[in-house]
């Protein structure tokens, strides 16, 4: 599939000098397929045939910029679906275009995963090497390969070998984007199904005990908004998505249910009401406009997280601390103070009780409890 911008010129009443009406060409995309007729859409925009002022030159190039990215919209429309497509051609699209174009889609949805789809797209131009696979041509021997490639490839951040974690992001990106593939019947079967995943390796999940916690209170930070932010996420189980897209619209009061928070989450877009504590909303402070983000301006970089174990280590706390530990944090306080485990995945909005388990393992009362069971021998 190619789409064309093209022009064609028109009379349109309206923009008259002394001189007569000024000529304008109507803007309109070209969509061409091979053995398809042409089919054209009209993008009702108008620009000058021949420009003379500086205004009328403005126009002419903000008007094609919105064009050209309706065109490119389009376009993306059409190389994840495939839609409008032959159904004897959909196949014979570039893999490594597709998942490129796939990626961008998902880097506008979300800032974090984005970035993983488009590291996955920079392995994947790596392990192909050139080579212009379509894709009906991805099969066993290509995702076997794949595998193999990101068990021995080096970092892109030029640290060692991908991390098994890492690996598994990736390659579960390439099954992700051949499973919409097949849904969007660009092929005939999914490759996938017969193909095993990646084995991640199991991680420590960092967090703060109750007393680090208060340490943390206690200690003066250099970016208040920031310490708000990890706080409220410490209190709530928030991921930081989801708390910086934090408005006071979303958080309600009543005398049956107390604090509230109806949010639609930014990772998985399912809709939750999340019951919070009253400690929670007064960390947030003053009450803004109702639509106003509350941590408007707090982006997430490399900055932020140094500022934020600065924070740490001046509280006198030697742990390696990331915003995400405030959600951890959450999880295994609930978990340490007998709430079962149940309660927690909702509060985390977990899909399935297996994500949340893992938390069990961070903190696990029973076995501590039996350590301290052993009489006194010294």
Known sequence: MRIHLRKRVSQLSGDSTAK??????????????????????????????????????????????????????????????????????????????YFRLLAEKKADISNGNGGNWKRTYEHLKDYCNGADYTLESIDDRFLDGFKDYLSKDISRRGKGNINPNSALSYFNKVRASLREAYINKMIRENPCARIKGIKGKETHRQFLTFEELKQLVATPCDNELLRKAFLFSALTGLRWSDVRAMTWDKISYSEAS???????????????????????????????????????????????????????????????????CARHSFATLQLANDTDIYTVSKLLGHKHLKTTEIYTKVIDRKKIDAAKRIPELI
Do not use: C
């Open 258 to 324: 107390a604090w509230t928070i109806n949010y639609t989450q930014k990772k998985t877009k399912g809709s939750e009401v999340l019951p919070v504590s009253e400690q929670a909303i007064r960390v947030l402070g003053e009450r803004l406009p109702g639509d106003q983000e509350i941590f408007d301006g707090l982006k997430y970089h490399t900055w932020m997280n140094e500022q934020l174990q600065n924070w740490v280590d001046e509280a006198g706390i030697k742990k390696k601390i990331t915003f995400h």
């Open 20 to 97: 007569g009406t000024k000529k304008m060409s109507s803007l309109y995309l070209a969509f061409q397929a091979p053995r398809q007729k042409t089919r054209y859409e009209w993008l009702k925009l108008y620009v000058y045939e021949s420009p003379k002022t500086n205004l009328e030159k403005e126009h002419n190039k903000e008007t094609m910029q919105l064009a050209e990215s309706i065109r490119a919209k389009r376009m993306l429309d059409f190389q994840t679906t495939g839609n409008g497509f032959a159904s004897s051609e959909k196949g014979k699209i570039s893999f490594l275009e």
